[in-house]
């Protein structure tokens, strides 16, 4: 009985008139359609098949399969073809070697490979209610994530393979963080690139059956973050990811990059250290810009406050993007950031009794407490760097410098050069103020370079440069106590010994001189100090009165004396020892 197809539906593939049976001997469908419209429509019937997967070119391909002509199954269109099968009922009892068979077989056989699987799982979006109901999907995720586990070399290379392995040297530091050294000759990232070529569903789909396969949380991770990279162009500012196979896809919306951006951070391994610091704040960063919600931005703020200690200062100076603007960095969210970081690392009893700290707790704490000097290192750099905002207020400034307690600072020359760089920027606080700023410094914890700089400061408050002073001086009375009680030692040692030195010996003429100019050097140093402290009752708070100090103090070199009125500043505390530049 000849039949018409709705032109609607084929638009370059009308049929106006089938003879006979080559469509109804393969699709139990059609036969049963036209069996129906027979009896209703008479001689002619019209079938309207706009619900077939994969639309005219499936369904031509499907008419030339029914007419014995020879069509191509490919990774491209299997799934439609199987899915369009499936749908027009064409199975072994319509036929042998009907077309649910033959696709069904070529599926079975792509699945072993990982450029057919990738190419098969993509054309599942063109038809996903058929492709779920059929487990198409599933079977191309449980394929690809076995492999992704499993060696590549025991499969075909993936398909950006050549590509790819000529940027896989450049791209796995800047991905993973995982240095070059102490991996394999072949990287477990080589699947980075493929699977970034899915829809955020299909993505998610496959990384999440990736992971309960058990690839480790540091790839995991390593492949979000590229995946990222694809469709942010907000991560890749201020790295070297320069690939042009990897580019950012530039026609995303920004509502999108912010969905995109929260569902990707919810998938991240919630493990310290799978992810890089760096990567995280930069999420954190990208994540602000683009407005994410308050949970995916606090969600970032503890991960980073988690492993504070391996972030870099150049990644912590995230930019102000609040509606006051007060300041150009964000502080508020660094502080946060070390709130997060200090509710894992102190301890609680330090926490209940921050001032007193005893021995036997720093001792039980060690593991703890190297973290937490890196972490005073960093803030202490990021203070100078924010003391440089005129807009930076003193109350937000003391409350980032205490976050980190007395105890994790080994020296406090970071401190005493973010103060002095304050009180540079912010001349106009008043005594009060620039003592009480000062506070925040442990003038016994200055290094003699430090404490040689901050005798000479004139934009210190009196007080804290006779701290400075004195203590100073305590410490070469200690050194030059603890010299003598070492030499003494030594000299009894040798009387009982027997090897009393002749008295005109040169060694021993030597050390009594040195001995004699010691202690002629300390009564000069006690008795300057004693006038010093005198006279300093009789100043009054002015420059003009106190800057007869340095004049006075006469241990200093004639060449520190003739340096200019701005000194020298330390600037980095990394190593312990201060660096310095111009204050």
């Avoid at 593939?13 to 139990?28: D, E, H, W």
């Avoid at 992810?275 to 704040?281: E, Q, R």
Wanted: net charge negative; glycine share 4%; with cysteine.
């Amino acid at each position: 009985m000849p039949f018409q197809v709705d032109p609607q539906f084929v638009s370059t593939f009308v049929f106006v008139i089938l003879m006979q049976f080559p469509l109804l001997s393969r699709s139990g469908l059609l036969k049963k359609l036209i069996a129906e419209s027979s009896n209703e429509d008479g001689p002619s019937c019209v079938l309207q098949l706009h619900d077939v997967p994969g639309g005219a070119t499936t369904f031509e391909d499907i008419t030339s399969f029914c007419y014995g002509v020879k069509i191509e199954i490919t990774s491209l269109n299997v799934v439609s073809l199987r899915c369009a099968a499936e749908y027009l009922q064409m199975t072994e009892e319509y036929g042998e070697g009907n077309l649910v068979a033959q696709t069904e077989t070529f599926l079975n056989e792509i699945f072993s490979n990982w450029r057919d699987s990738i190419k098969a799982l993509e054309t599942c979006e063109e038809v996903q209610p058929f492709a779920e109901d059929l487990h198409i999907v599933s079977r191309c995720i449980d394929s690809l994530a076995m492999k992704a586990c499993s060696d590549p070399n025991l499969f075909s290379w993936p398909v950006a393979a050549r590509n790819y392995k000529q940027n896989q040297a450049d791209n796995r530091a800047l991905l993973n963080g995982i240095s070059t050294d102490t991996r394999s000759s072949q990287s477990d990232d080589w699947w980075f690139y493929d699977v970034s070529l899915l829809s955020l569903p299909l993505y998610k789909r496959l990384i999440t059956a990736i992971e309960a396969k058990g690839m480790k949380s540091d790839v995991v991770a390593a492949s979000l973050i590229y995946y990222l990279r694809r469709f942010l162009p907000l991560m890749n500012r201020q790295s070297s990811f320069t690939d042009k196979g990897h580019a950012t896809i530039p026609s995303t919306s920004e509502a999108d990059q912010r969905a995109l951006l929260e569902e990707i951070v919810e998938l991240i391994p919630n493990k310290r250290g799978v992810t890089s610091s760096k990567n995280l704040l930069r999420l954190l960063r990208t994540a602000m810009i683009l407005s994410a919600s308050p949970s995916c931005r606090e969600n970032l703020e503890r991960r980073v406050g988690a492993q504070l200690d391996q972030a870099e200062l150049v990644d912590l100076l995230i930019p102000n993007m609040g509606y006051s603007m007060e300041t150009l960095y964000d502080i508020d969210c660094i502080q946060r950031i070390l709130d997060h970081f200090m509710s894992i690392y102190q301890p609680a009893s330090v926490a209940a009794s921050p001032c007193i700290i005893e021995q036997g707790a720093l001792i039980a704490g060690a593991d703890a407490l190297t973290p937490m000097t890196m972490v005073a290192n960093l803030l202490d750099g990021y203070l100078a760097e924010v003391a440089s905002d005129t807009n930076m207020s003193l109350a937000k400034f003391q409350a980032l410098a205490i976050a980190i307690p007395d105890y994790a600072r080994p020296l406090d020359d970071g401190v005493y050069h973010a103060i002095d760089v304050y009180l540079k920027i912010h001349p106009w606080l008043t005594d009060s103020e620039r003592e009480q700023l000062c506070r925040l410094m442990n003038c016994q914890k200055l290094s003699l370079e430090a404490s040689t700089h901050a005798a000479q400061n004139e934009r210190l408050p009196l007080r804290v440069i006779v701290q400075v002073l004195f203590f100073e001086q305590l410490r070469l009375r200690t050194s030059i106590s603890g010299w003598f009680f070492v030499s003494d030692n030594l000299e009894n040692g040798h009387q009982h010994s027997g090897n009393v030195l002749p008295n005109d010996d040169p060694c021993q003429r030597d050390t009594a001189e040195g001995n004699e100019n010691l202690r002629e050097r300390l009564l000069e140093l006690e008795k300057e100090c004693s006038s010093i402290r005198s006279e300093l009752q009789k100043l009054t708070k002015t420059k003009k009165s106190w800057s007869i100090l340095p004049k006075r103090f006469g241990f200093r070199k004639k060449s520190e004396s003739s340096n200019s009125s701005d000194m020298k500043t330390p600037t980095s505390t990394t190593n312990g020892k201060p660096d310095h530049g111009n204050g």
